[in-house]
């Protein structure tokens, strides 16, 4: 089935700013409260939010085989299981509607007026439940500068990265959605002039910069999925902050890995973009460096050519961008972190989220984390207003964005904004 809704000289009868992330070729989907108070799912073009249950409930889905209330959930997990063909089907249909040349909605008042909302109309929310989620450490600039920090340049990469997409099991109960502040963590950390641990705030956190893709359900309790089929259980992706605080990592993490460094938050974009829609950017990705074993063999171009940038703005201050870096610099695609992570039997389901882990490029500007960018603290970050950073500092917000850019339109993610608050502190009764 041809996938209409990347034609790139579609026009939209909506007014969309130039430069905009969400063009009518992306048509990404998500979730959001109404300025009536009621959850909705939705998609976006330029400035304005696509009420989608209202459109169903208007006939305009008619021939597309959905359920009546598909749309009129609070999360995507059920369209999502609804797998590919639909998902083409619905975003074809979003946009052959809101095209130039179709006046059906265009010329209905009453039917835009319960369709169509400003963006401070409505209020995102998480885009899925997430039943699991997966980190995965997938890029080689990345893992080369952590364990030359902490190890040496000649043994940096450990024996089992070149030969598998190496990953951990997160919580996907503190995954939240742009906007919302995460507090500073605490935990125990132990002081380099002493043997023993002591409890307190970390004082190193940071941000990861990575992307998540978002699974349909894919297959059942000891069935692999074969490389060759993994994208088609792959709905779309969103940026991903995986926050940490390094300063726990290091003193728990032998021998079983991240624990209570990573499970305080992580924070995500709202709108999915599809694999569809990034369908026009896919680019050649790392040559294996050691002969992968069959079930890691993938065929043709499984990157994507994403800029990703990372800024920080402290407190009433102004944003300085800390990093340019890539999704294409991923060592390991998407389809190998799937197949691999299903190759024992483990299955996946609807709405379970796979973090690419952090994404650093090859020069120090494209680096993922404050941890590489400052190296380990020791060359400080200088800001816009002349303030410096090792680390992020309470109310200091992290903001994260990405886009694929081609000279006649741009496919964007919008942004992943997070401000760092102090340590929690319980109301007194």
């Not at 939010?49 to 006939?59: E, K, N, P, S």
């Not at 052959?96 to 010329?107: M, T, V």
Request: charged share 25%; proline share 8%; net charge negative.
């Amino acid at each position: 089935m041809p996938i209409t809704a990347n034609d790139p000289g579609r026009k939209t009868w909506l007014e969309v700013p130039a430069n905009s992330d969400f063009p009518i070729q992306n048509i990404p989907f998500g979730v959001f409260l109404t300025r009536d108070d009621v959850i909705t799912i939705g998609t976006r073009i330029g400035d304005f939010a696509i009420d989608l249950g209202a459109l169903h409930q208007l006939d305009y889905f008619d021939g597309i085989p959905l359920t009546d209330d598909i749309f009129l959930q609070d999360t995507l997990n059920d369209f999502i299981s609804d797998g590919k063909k639909t998902w083409r089907l619905v975003r074809n249909r979003i946009a052959d509607i809101f095209d130039a040349e179709n006046p059906k909605l265009r010329e209905n008042e009453e039917h835009r007026k319960v369709i169509l909302f400003g963006l401070d109309e409505i209020e995102m929310q998480m885009p899925v439940q997430v039943g699991d989620y997966t980190d995965f450490y997938s890029s080689k600039g990345h893992a080369t500068n952590v364990g030359t920090m902490f190890r040496d340049p000649e043994n940096a990469l450990l024996p089992n990265w070149l030969h598998m997409p190496v990953g951990y099991h997160g919580r996907s109960s503190s995954i939240v959605p742009s906007g919302i502040p995460v507090n500073r963590p605490q935990g125990q950390t132990r002081p380099k002039d002493s043997d023993e641990p002591v409890f307190g705030p970390s004082k190193r956190v940071d941000f990861e910069l990575e992307m998540a893709f978002i699974t349909t359900d894919a297959n059942h309790l000891g069935e692999p999925i074969p490389i060759a089929e993994a994208e088609d259980y792959i709905f779309g992706l969103v940026l991903f902050n995986d926050w940490s605080a390094r300063d726990i990592q290091t003193w728990e993490y032998v021998p079983l890995g991240p624990f209570l460094a990573k499970n305080f938050a992580s924070s995500v974009s709202p709108w999915i973009v599809t694999l569809d829609a990034l369908e026009p950017f896919r680019t050649e990705g790392p040559k294996p460096e050691k002969k992968l074993l069959p079930y890691l063999q993938s065929k043709g171009k499984k990157s994507f050519d994403i800029e990703l940038e990372v800024f920080l703005q402290p407190e009433n201050g102004e944003e300085t961008r800390l990093s340019k870096s890539n999704f294409k610099y991923m060592y390991w695609n998407m389809s190998q972190q799937l197949a691999h992570h299903t190759v024992n039997g483990c299955p996946v389901i609807s709405g379970d989220m796979m973090g690419s882990g952090t994404i650093s490029g090859p020069t120090p500007d494209s680096y993922g984390s404050m941890l590489e960018l400052s190296w380990k603290g020791e060359r400080p970050v200088k800001l816009k207003d002349g303030s410096e950073r090792k680390f992020i500092e309470d109310n200091d917000t992290v903001i994260m964005r990405g886009f694929c850019q081609k000279k006649n339109y741009r496919i964007g993610f919008g942004e992943v904004s997070t401000k760092l608050l102090p340590v929690f502190e319980p109301k007194k009764k």
